[in-house]
């Protein structure tokens, strides 16, 4: 059956049960440094905070099912019948921000805990294969380092030997871009919420190792492999008002979620900290179709 526009082919959806809704609700996060990210893995709430990631190596996949998944209460939004592809179609947010900022919403491929920030000695990661955004595919996916309880001291940089979006194995590169003294549920970096990589790279298959150069004095952190899928502008609360309540219509976009029904995506959220340098909760809902 043909369609004649995207929102033809979401209504058929609806009308047909194949297009899904789901709601969520993540608690408040401490507070963290004026425009640096937060992460919503840990966060309480609907879904529940996020599951450890077991060892550092080889770490773990994350999918729709690993508890701290957007999409961990209903697997028919993530997985596709046969033949088809589900793609997010509407995003539908609300925060508590003071300040404008960004927040994305993404699709954790691996993670891997027990990264030991108190430490300079060189750390081996060796991550599991990827299963989604794989080979070429790995052109945008991110490495991130994840704070799960606070620091004390540490900051300064990060060495990072990894595989890099054509295969290329052995790449180095250290980021300079470290805080001391970060939260709990925030990302390690002070500007944009990622390692950097080579200059001539632009995604990562797989990671090798990592080496900090200062080391913290308490703490504990997780590295995570992600893709990002949607990047919102979120708006300054005012009198009466809501910062960050937005809704954002996707047919044009159609994010992928996933054509592979044993392997959906799992979703979760990194949202900026406004320039107060306050925390915010993070609610709404996601819509799918099948094409």
């Known amino acids: 059956?043909?369609?004649?526009?995207?929102?033809?082919?979401?209504?058929?959806?609806?009308?047909?049960?194949?297009?899904?809704?789901?709601?969520?609700?993540?608690?408040?996060?401490?507070?963290?440094?004026?425009?640096?990210?937060?992460?919503?893995?840990?966060?309480?709430?609907?879904?529940?905070?996020?599951?450890?990631a077991g060892s550092l190596n080889?770490?773990?996949?994350?999918?729709?099912?690993?508890?701290?998944?957007?999409?961990?209460?209903?697997?028919?939004l993530s997985l596709p019948s046969t033949g088809m592809t589900r793609h997010l179609d509407r995003?539908?947010?609300?925060?508590?921000?003071t300040a404008a900022g960004l927040a994305f919403i993404y699709d954790r491929l691996w993670h891997g805990q027990?990264?030991?920030p108190q430490i300079?000695?060189?750390?081996?990661?060796?991550?599991?294969?990827?299963?989604?955004?794989?080979?070429?595919?790995?052109?945008?996916?991110?490495?991130?380092?994840?704070?799960?309880?606070?620091?004390?001291?540490?900051?300064?940089n990060s060495t990072m030997t990894y595989t890099d979006q054509d295969g290329n194995t052995g790449q180095s590169v250290t980021d300079g871009n470290m805080t001391a003294a970060t939260v709990q549920d925030r990302f390690y970096h002070t500007t944009e919420p990622w390692h950097l990589l080579a200059s001539t790279d632009t995604g990562v298959r797989a990671i090798a190792d990592l080496t900090f150069g200062t080391a913290a004095t308490a703490?504990?952190?997780?590295?995570?492999?992600?893709?990002?899928?949607?990047?919102?502008?979120?708006s300054a609360a005012s009198t009466g008002v809501i910062g960050g309540a937005v809704e954002r219509e996707l047919m044009m976009l159609l994010?992928?979620?996933?054509?592979?029904?044993?392997?959906?995506?799992?979703?979760?959220?990194?949202?900026?900290?406004?320039?107060?340098?306050?925390s915010s909760n993070f609610a709404g809902a996601l819509w799918a179709s099948m094409a």
């Open 120 to 156: 300079t000695t060189t750390q081996t990661i060796g991550s599991t294969a990827l299963t989604r955004y794989t080979g070429a595919a790995a052109k945008h996916n991110k490495v991130s380092i994840e704070v799960v309880t606070a620091l004390t001291g540490g900051g300064g």
């Open 1 to 52: 059956m043909g369609f004649s526009t995207l929102t033809a082919l979401r209504d058929s959806d609806q009308d047909s049960g194949r297009r899904s809704f789901l709601p969520f609700r993540k608690a408040t996060a401490a507070a963290g440094g004026a425009g640096t990210f937060g992460s919503g893995w840990q966060r309480a709430d609907i879904p529940p905070g996020g599951a450890s």
């Open 219 to 234: 703490g504990a952190c997780r590295i995570v492999i992600w893709r990002p899928l949607i990047a919102l502008s979120i």
């Open 58 to 76: 080889p770490g773990t996949i994350c999918n729709y099912a690993t508890t701290g998944s957007l999409l961990l209460a209903d697997a028919a």
């Open 114 to 116: 027990n990264l030991n």
């Open 255 to 278: 994010p992928r979620l996933t054509d592979d029904a044993a392997d959906g995506p799992c979703l979760n959220f990194m949202q900026q900290f406004a320039g107060t340098g306050s």
């Open 91 to 97: 995003l539908g947010t609300a925060l508590t921000n």
